[in-house]
């Protein structure tokens, strides 16, 4: 993968920000062209401090990267 992130992790970790940045990603910083491991460091900050559904976009993330590998 030459450390480029795949189109549909790009748009999920997008979507991160956009519905959960506030009350889950409130100490992450949001990268341009996130890797993998960003990727994954964002779906375990969904999944202990974002509600139901920030859960469920954290499993959709994790799938995309290990599908990647």
Not at 5 to 25: H, I, N
Not at 43 to 50: D, I, N, Q, S
Request: with cysteine; net charge positive; charged share 25%.
């Amino acid at each position: 993968m030459n450390g480029q992130t795949p189109p549909d992790l790009q748009s999920l970790y997008a979507k991160a920000f956009e519905e959960f940045g506030a009350v889950a990603l409130w100490n992450k910083r949001r990268l341009v062209n996130p890797t993998r491991g960003d990727a994954l460091v964002v779906a375990r900050a969904l999944r202990t401090y974002g509600p139901l559904d920030a859960r469920k976009l954290a499993e959709a993330i994790e799938a995309v990267c290990h599908a990647a590998v």
